[in-house]
């Protein structure tokens, strides 16, 4: 079972060009292969979604290292963490025919505070997609 906590921690390293600290963590060895394509995603990311936060972009990164799953060509499933302030345990994201995603979280009790905003579980999509994700079932908590 993977930390969260630690992916994340990982995650914002990554996200602030620390990528030298990876290499302490030796439970992530394999990831460590993946670095190039992990910079390349979250560069697409900074572009598509700018003026972020930091910590936005690292639970993007976190969500689609860890809690991404393709259901169909339009139909994720993203898993929901209480240290991420998710109030449900998993939640679908569905593509639109005019390329728009949607995220049910938006329907949920406080998902209106996320209202207008894109949340970071469309973003995981986003990035996960970007990424071709291959390799995450290996980290799928
Ligand atoms: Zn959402």
Not at 67 to 85: C, M, R, T
Not at 112 to 132: D, P
């Amino acid at each position: 079972m993977v930390d969260i906590r630690k992916i994340y921690r990982l995650s914002l390293f990554i996200v602030r060009d620390k990528v030298d600290f990876i290499y302490s963590y030796s439970e992530f060895g394999q990831l460590i292969d993946f670095i190039p394509i992990i910079v390349d995603g979250l560069s697409y990311l900074k572009e598509k979604f700018p003026n972020k936060s930091d910590s936005w972009y690292a639970r993007a990164l976190a969500r689609a290292l860890v809690g991404v799953k393709k259901v169909s060509s339009n139909h994720w499933l993203v898993k929901g963490f209480k240290y991420f302030g998710d109030s449900s345990s998993l939640y679908n994201i569905v593509q639109l025919k005019d390329g728009k995603y949607v995220c049910d979280c938006y329907s949920r009790a406080f998902g209106f505070y996320r209202r207008g905003k894109v949340c970071t579980h469309i973003a995981s999509v986003i990035l996960a997609r970007k990424m071709k994700y291959n390799f995450l079932d290996l980290y799928m908590i």
